[in-house]
């Protein structure tokens, strides 16, 4: 007699393509050169990247800038699942130094605002000279914290989405696309 019990059955939602990979690409490249355009004659732009869902949008930024750039991270948390827990958390702060720089903090979605808000909030309080930001994408709900983006990739529904660094539960991260999780 076979004591194991049954195997669940694997359940993963349903996901709807929005923003092809070639989009994104083409995108990215316009934001690229409007980025190099608007600090032509700088020399000391610091891009800071809010982990880990901006880290596909990121690299393929950087690759778009022609010029040097200095490059850090931050990890800040405000999800679970596919819903905001309302706070944030700061795992990691900014480590270089960006007193008197031209900062640019890269991240992957605006939607309450909460977790752009304390980034730039802890971001400003080390005095950079210019502080500007770009999402990849910007979805239409009110937000919960007083935030606009500098750049911004895409304007999106309110709908929960995935890929190309978004994930839903640490999954899907490895799209090449945006998809709506249904």
């Given amino acids: 007699m076979n004591h194991t019990p049954a195997r669940q059955p694997c359940t993963s ?35 800071i990247a809010v982990m880990r869902g901006a880290i596909f949008f990121l690299v393929d930024l950087l690759r778009q800038l022609d010029r040097p750039v200095r490059l850090d991270i931050v990890h800040a948390a405000s999800y679970r699942g596919a819903a ?28 309450t605002g909460l977790t752009l808000r304390r980034v730039l909030d802890h971001l400003a309080a080390c005095r950079p000279r210019t502080l500007r930001t770009c999402v990849l994408l910007s979805k239409a709900v009110p937000r919960q914290a007083q935030v606009t983006a500098d ?10 989405v995935v890929g190309y660094g978004l994930d839903y539960n640490d999954r899907y991260r490895h799209l090449p696309y945006i998809a709506a999780v249904e």
């Fill in 13 to 47: 939602p349903r996901l709807r393509p929005i923003i092809t990979a070639a989009e994104i690409e083409r995108r990215v490249a316009e934001l690229g050169k409007q980025i190099c355009s608007d600090y032509a004659g700088r020399d000391d732009l610091a891009v």
């Fill in 84 to 111: 905001t827990t309302g706070s944030v958390q700061m795992l990691q702060p900014v480590t270089i130094d960006i007193h008197g720089s031209d900062v640019l903090l890269v991240d992957d979605i605006l939607d």
């Fill in 151 to 160: 750049y911004i990739g895409f304007e999106i529904a309110d709908q929960f």
